[in-house]
Protein backbone atom coordinates (compact mmCIF):
# COMPACT_ATOMS: atom_id res chain seq x y z
CA UNK A 1 0.00 0.00 0.00
CA UNK A 2 1.24 3.29 -0.71
CA UNK A 3 2.05 5.40 1.86
CA UNK A 4 2.85 8.88 0.69
CA UNK A 5 1.07 9.43 -2.99
CA UNK A 6 1.40 12.51 -5.24
CA UNK A 7 -0.10 13.16 -8.34
CA UNK A 8 1.09 13.68 -11.07
CA UNK A 9 4.48 11.96 -11.34
CA UNK A 10 5.64 14.44 -13.70
CA UNK A 11 4.08 17.71 -15.06
CA UNK A 12 5.45 19.80 -18.38
CA UNK A 13 3.82 23.19 -18.98
CA UNK A 14 4.27 26.71 -20.20
CA UNK A 15 5.04 29.72 -18.50
CA UNK A 16 2.18 31.58 -17.51
CA UNK A 17 -0.30 28.33 -16.97
CA UNK A 18 -1.93 27.13 -13.48
CA UNK A 19 -1.20 24.12 -12.27
CA UNK A 20 -1.86 22.04 -9.08
CA UNK A 21 -0.10 19.07 -7.60
CA UNK A 22 -2.18 16.69 -4.98
CA UNK A 23 -0.86 14.53 -2.31
CA UNK A 24 -2.88 12.16 -0.61
CA UNK A 25 -1.69 9.83 2.80
CA UNK A 26 -2.94 7.19 4.15
CA UNK A 27 -1.03 6.88 7.63
CA UNK A 28 -3.05 8.53 9.42
CA UNK A 29 -0.34 11.40 10.21
CA UNK A 30 -1.45 14.82 11.18
CA UNK A 31 1.43 17.13 9.96
CA UNK A 32 2.10 17.23 6.26
CA UNK A 33 4.38 19.62 4.10
CA UNK A 34 5.41 20.43 0.49
CA UNK A 35 9.46 20.49 -0.34
CA UNK A 36 10.98 22.24 -3.24
CA UNK A 37 14.21 20.64 -4.13
CA UNK A 38 16.33 22.03 -7.00
CA UNK A 39 18.43 20.87 -9.54
CA UNK A 40 21.38 20.84 -6.95
CA UNK A 41 19.84 18.77 -4.74
CA UNK A 42 18.82 21.12 -2.04
CA UNK A 43 15.44 20.48 -0.25
CA UNK A 44 13.47 23.88 0.54
CA UNK A 45 10.61 23.51 2.96
CA UNK A 46 7.73 25.64 1.68
CA UNK A 47 4.72 25.18 3.35
CA UNK A 48 3.24 22.69 6.91
CA UNK A 49 0.16 21.84 7.61
CA UNK A 50 -0.92 20.22 11.11
CA UNK A 51 -4.59 18.87 11.29
CA UNK A 52 -5.54 21.04 8.13
CA UNK A 53 -3.65 24.28 10.15
CA UNK A 54 -0.61 26.31 8.30
CA UNK A 55 1.87 26.43 10.41
CA UNK A 56 5.15 26.97 8.30
CA UNK A 57 4.90 29.30 5.43
CA UNK A 58 8.45 30.05 4.60
CA UNK A 59 9.52 32.69 2.04
CA UNK A 60 7.55 31.23 -0.93
CA UNK A 61 5.66 33.81 -3.91
CA UNK A 62 2.45 34.47 -3.30
CA UNK A 63 1.70 33.03 -6.54
CA UNK A 64 2.09 29.20 -4.35
CA UNK A 65 -0.93 28.48 -2.52
CA UNK A 66 -1.35 24.99 -0.13
CA UNK A 67 -5.17 23.82 0.51
CA UNK A 68 -5.37 20.90 3.27
CA UNK A 69 -9.03 19.53 3.12
CA UNK A 70 -8.54 16.96 5.29
CA UNK A 71 -5.63 15.84 7.33
CA UNK A 72 -4.71 13.46 4.87
CA UNK A 73 -4.73 15.51 1.95
CA UNK A 74 -2.40 18.66 1.43
CA UNK A 75 -2.65 19.88 -2.67
CA UNK A 76 -0.23 23.03 -4.08
CA UNK A 77 -1.51 24.90 -6.76
CA UNK A 78 0.44 27.21 -8.39
CA UNK A 79 -0.74 30.36 -10.47
CA UNK A 80 1.43 31.86 -13.00
CA UNK A 81 4.08 29.81 -13.25
CA UNK A 82 7.93 30.63 -14.27
CA UNK A 83 10.96 28.84 -15.39
CA UNK A 84 12.30 28.97 -12.18
CA UNK A 85 9.74 27.07 -10.57
CA UNK A 86 11.31 23.63 -12.49
CA UNK A 87 12.02 21.12 -9.92
CA UNK A 88 10.69 18.27 -7.92
CA UNK A 89 8.48 18.61 -5.47
CA UNK A 90 7.73 16.92 -2.87
CA UNK A 91 4.90 16.07 -0.55
CA UNK A 92 5.74 14.62 3.12
CA UNK A 93 3.66 13.49 6.33
CA UNK A 94 4.28 13.22 10.20
CA UNK A 95 2.89 12.14 13.18
CA UNK A 96 3.13 14.76 15.86
CA UNK A 97 5.82 14.08 18.50
CA UNK A 98 6.59 11.61 16.11
CA UNK A 99 9.89 11.08 14.62
CA UNK A 100 10.84 10.60 11.02
CA UNK A 101 8.82 12.15 7.99
CA UNK A 102 7.32 10.04 5.09
CA UNK A 103 8.17 11.09 1.09
CA UNK A 104 5.98 10.80 -1.28
CA UNK A 105 7.64 9.70 -4.80
CA UNK A 106 7.76 13.63 -5.90
CA UNK A 107 6.46 15.70 -9.07
CA UNK A 108 8.84 16.92 -11.48
CA UNK A 109 7.77 19.92 -12.57
CA UNK A 110 9.03 21.92 -16.09
CA UNK A 111 8.06 24.82 -17.07
CA UNK A 112 8.86 25.65 -20.66
CA UNK B 1 18.56 30.13 13.50
CA UNK B 2 19.59 26.14 13.43
CA UNK B 3 21.68 25.49 10.84
CA UNK B 4 22.85 21.42 9.58
CA UNK B 5 26.36 21.23 7.68
CA UNK B 6 27.06 18.19 5.96
CA UNK B 7 30.55 17.13 4.74
CA UNK B 8 31.94 16.30 2.18
CA UNK B 9 28.96 17.14 -0.01
CA UNK B 10 30.57 14.75 -2.43
CA UNK B 11 32.74 12.11 -2.05
CA UNK B 12 33.66 9.39 -4.66
CA UNK B 13 35.41 6.22 -3.35
CA UNK B 14 36.49 2.57 -3.79
CA UNK B 15 34.49 -0.61 -3.49
CA UNK B 16 35.95 -2.00 -0.32
CA UNK B 17 37.38 1.17 1.19
CA UNK B 18 36.02 2.91 4.89
CA UNK B 19 34.69 6.79 4.87
CA UNK B 20 32.29 8.45 6.99
CA UNK B 21 30.00 11.34 6.68
CA UNK B 22 29.53 14.05 9.03
CA UNK B 23 26.93 16.24 10.24
CA UNK B 24 27.25 19.50 12.28
CA UNK B 25 24.48 21.34 13.50
CA UNK B 26 24.13 24.72 15.26
CA UNK B 27 21.75 23.99 18.18
CA UNK B 28 20.95 21.89 21.21
CA UNK B 29 18.42 18.88 19.83
CA UNK B 30 18.62 15.25 20.67
CA UNK B 31 17.02 14.22 17.35
CA UNK B 32 18.33 13.49 14.23
CA UNK B 33 17.46 11.43 10.83
CA UNK B 34 19.26 10.37 8.14
CA UNK B 35 17.88 9.92 4.47
CA UNK B 36 18.99 8.35 1.60
CA UNK B 37 17.75 9.55 -2.05
CA UNK B 38 18.34 7.53 -5.36
CA UNK B 39 19.10 9.23 -8.63
CA UNK B 40 15.40 10.45 -9.57
CA UNK B 41 14.23 8.69 -6.38
CA UNK B 42 12.07 9.77 -3.34
CA UNK B 43 13.92 10.17 0.07
CA UNK B 44 13.68 7.26 2.16
CA UNK B 45 14.52 6.69 5.73
CA UNK B 46 17.95 5.37 6.93
CA UNK B 47 18.38 6.38 10.63
CA UNK B 48 16.36 8.06 13.43
CA UNK B 49 18.54 8.96 16.31
CA UNK B 50 16.80 9.93 19.62
CA UNK B 51 19.32 10.67 22.12
CA UNK B 52 23.18 11.20 22.95
CA UNK B 53 25.19 8.41 22.12
CA UNK B 54 22.67 6.93 19.80
CA UNK B 55 23.82 3.97 17.32
CA UNK B 56 22.11 2.45 14.50
CA UNK B 57 23.43 -0.03 12.53
CA UNK B 58 22.27 -1.21 8.52
CA UNK B 59 24.31 -3.57 6.82
CA UNK B 60 27.37 -1.34 6.23
CA UNK B 61 25.94 1.46 7.23
CA UNK B 62 26.71 2.55 11.20
CA UNK B 63 25.14 6.14 12.31
CA UNK B 64 25.97 8.01 16.11
CA UNK B 65 24.71 10.82 17.78
CA UNK B 66 26.75 13.48 19.90
CA UNK B 67 24.70 15.51 21.01
CA UNK B 68 27.21 17.80 23.00
CA UNK B 69 29.19 17.96 20.06
CA UNK B 70 25.71 18.96 17.83
CA UNK B 71 27.52 15.81 15.67
CA UNK B 72 26.28 12.63 13.78
CA UNK B 73 28.36 10.72 11.71
CA UNK B 74 27.61 7.81 8.98
CA UNK B 75 29.99 5.25 8.60
CA UNK B 76 30.40 3.37 5.37
CA UNK B 77 32.06 -0.25 5.81
CA UNK B 78 33.51 -1.99 2.96
CA UNK B 79 31.52 -0.09 0.71
CA UNK B 80 29.73 -1.57 -2.47
CA UNK B 81 28.27 0.34 -5.08
CA UNK B 82 24.56 -0.24 -4.30
CA UNK B 83 25.68 2.64 -1.48
CA UNK B 84 26.16 4.85 -4.16
CA UNK B 85 23.42 7.81 -3.80
CA UNK B 86 22.88 10.95 -1.99
CA UNK B 87 22.54 10.90 1.76
CA UNK B 88 21.11 13.96 3.91
CA UNK B 89 20.71 14.21 7.77
CA UNK B 90 17.69 16.62 9.40
CA UNK B 91 17.52 17.79 12.57
CA UNK B 92 14.61 18.12 14.82
CA UNK B 93 14.01 22.48 15.12
CA UNK B 94 11.78 21.66 18.34
CA UNK B 95 9.14 24.05 16.79
CA UNK B 96 6.78 24.07 14.26
CA UNK B 97 7.28 20.34 13.48
CA UNK B 98 9.84 21.09 11.08
CA UNK B 99 12.98 18.92 10.01
CA UNK B 100 16.12 21.39 9.15
CA UNK B 101 18.12 19.90 6.21
CA UNK B 102 21.77 19.46 5.75
CA UNK B 103 22.46 19.82 2.12
CA UNK B 104 22.67 16.56 1.32
CA UNK B 105 26.53 14.57 0.34
CA UNK B 106 26.77 12.69 -3.01
CA UNK B 107 28.25 9.58 -2.48
CA UNK B 108 29.73 7.69 -5.89
CA UNK B 109 31.57 3.98 -5.27
CA UNK B 110 33.33 2.31 -8.05
CA UNK B 111 33.65 -0.78 -8.77
Known amino acids: DTAVSQTPKYLVTQMGNDKSIKCEQN?????MYWYKQDSKKFLKIMFSYNNKELIINETVPNRFSPKSPDKAHLNLHINSLELGDSAVYFCASRRTGGHEQYFGPGTRLTVT | ELKVEQNPLFLSMQEGKNYTIYCNYSTTSDRLYWYRQDPGKSLESLFV???NGAVKQEGRLMASLDTKARLSTLHITAAVHDLSATYFCAVDSDSNYQLIWGAGTKLIIKP
Open chain 2, 49 to 51: LLS
Open chain 1, 27 to 31: LGHDT
